[in-house]
């Protein structure tokens, strides 16, 4: 293992090859997937997992800025990129230079493009907001077809795709479904508005990762593969055809192993007094590493096979857990903080929050460690 054999996560790459296999099933027609690589590939690291998309065949890859593109072509990306965030205008020949195609949320933004290109022209995806409220244009479908048009007519500027994102993608509800069916409706009235006028976008896209799932649709040229392709669930109380392979196991070690007595305290604050004599193991992570400390007294690990319980507050670099039922626990051992037994949907689910959070949280001294090929 080439890294400090402290904390550190192992990236499977095995596991994502599972869950694209998986994923393709559930879609329809000639959809594409459209990997979503930003923040570091939600924190598995883009130098280890771009590459692999690449050599599976992945052509399109989506990214939350320009210095995120900017860095998947230092890596050697040949394919799409798509900027799904926002990009200073000052920045259009950037864009131009590195080949990326830009979100565009509104007629104003794509005419500073326009007037800040020099070197050719910005490719661009026009989102359409159809109830995400977030960003893109928000008008009916004439009127969104009507700017469409206005920003065609722009001299530095492609106009290649539009694009929406859904809200309620990922819930089961009844209400949820007609929320995200009248969200594609609306998008798709765009594409016929503009289709009744002769113009054709080379490409229309509104899935995310649970509307590939449970709102699959031939419709939609691409397909965002987001949290699925890390291997977990969108909404882990809504199950999926098919079960993620969690792609980030976060490991650390046992540093030292003692037996503490009953009344005694244990790490700051003294939130947790033994009530009884305990073999106390300390774990070489901590919440710098981004292992929460929401889980201080209340989450678990596992050593040897066996769930162990964390004791007391969780601290800047280490912890302590309960390993009185393990007979041979030393220093050296390996604790699992999450992964397949214990993931990272568990994890959020003890401190109230999702999964995107934990593994987008852990932190850049967490060696990546390549597994799985």
């Not at 859904?166 to 009844?174: G, L, Q, R, S, T």
């Not at 999926?240 to 196991?249: A, N």
């Not at 490991?251 to 790490?267: L, N, P, R």
């Not at 912890?319 to 949907?345: K, N, P």
Request: charged share 25%; net charge negative; glycine share 8%.
């Amino acid at each position: 293992m080439n890294c400090l054999r402290r904390c550190w996560a192992e990236i499977d790459l095995s596991a994502i090859k599972y869950n694209i296999e998986q994923y393709r099933t559930c879609l329809k027609g000639g959809t594409e997937l459209l990997c979503v690589v930003k923040a570091n590939c939600y924190g598995h690291s883009d130098k280890i997992v771009v590459p692999y998309l690449e050599r599976l065949g992945i052509k399109w890859f989506a990214v939350s800025n320009l210095i995120e593109a900017e860095h998947l072509r230092a890596l050697g990306v040949d394919g799409e990129i798509i900027i799904l965030g926002y990009t200073p205008e000052e920045n259009a020949d950037d864009l131009i230079r590195y080949n990326i195609i830009q979100a565009c949320t509104e007629y104003t933004y794509a005419q500073k493009l326009n007037e800040s290109a020099s070197a050719g022209s910005v490719r661009l995806h026009i989102a359409i907001d159809t109830g995400m409220t977030r960003i893109g244009l928000h008008g009916d479908a004439k009127t969104d077809a009507d700017d469409i048009q206005k920003i065609m007519a722009l001299e530095n500027v492609s106009v290649e795709g539009m694009f929406t994102h859904y809200a309620v993608a990922d819930c089961a509800d009844e209400d949820s479904i007609a929320y995200t069916k009248a969200q594609t409706e609306k998008i798709l009235a765009v594409d016929e508005e503009l289709k009744g006028r002769g113009v054709s976008l080379k490409c229309v896209h509104f899935l995310n990762s649970a509307g590939g799932v449970y709102h699959t649709n031939e419709k939609s040229a691409l397909a965002r593969l987001g949290i699925i392709l890390y291997g977990l669930y969108p909404d882990p109380s809504n199950p999926l055809p098919f079960e993620p392979k969690p792609v980030m196991q976060l490991k650390a070690v046992v540093s030292q192993v003692k037996y503490i007595e009953a009344g005694t305290d244990v790490s700051y604050g003294r939130t947790f007094t033994a009530d009884k004599r305990i073999k106390l193991a300390t774990v070489t992570a901590g919440y710098a590493d981004g292992f929460p400390r929401a889980l201080s007294n209340k989450g678990e690990v596992i050593i040897k096979g066996t769930r162990c319980k964390i004791v007391g507050r969780i601290c800047m670099d280490q912890f302590m857990c309960d390993v009185s039922a393990l007979d041979d626990v030393q220093a050296g051992d390996v604790a699992t903080l999450f992964g397949r037994e214990i993931t990272a949907d568990d994890i959020a689910g003890l401190t109230g929050t999702i999964g995107y959070e934990i593994v987008c949280g852990i932190a850049e001294r967490v060696p990546r460690v390549e597994t799985g090929e």
